[in-house]
């Protein structure tokens, strides 16, 4: 058995839902060659990639927008003391 089949095997018996689509793709499109199923699993494996990366700019999105709402809450309390500057001044 070659590597790829090893691999193969491996992904078929596997329950965790990444590997969900490629079972899929496996049980749609049998095929004993190891140049399909290399071809096969790259491609899950870009996917895969394309995904995570995706992922990461969402996280450096939220972590932006979380200090983008910190920056407000501190912009809020400057302007309170500023108000209160007013007041006094007015007084």
Known sequence: MTLIHKIIEV???S????VLELQSA?????????????R???EWMDELQEMYDKAEKVDGLDTSLRRIDSYLEDMDGCMEDIRRCIDVVDI
């Open 40 to 42: 096969l699993v790259k």
């Open 11 to 13: 992904i078929k018996e």
């Open 26 to 38: 496996l049980d749609t499109h049998p095929a004993d060659t190891d140049e399909y199923y290399v």
């Open 15 to 18: 329950d965790h839902e990444v």
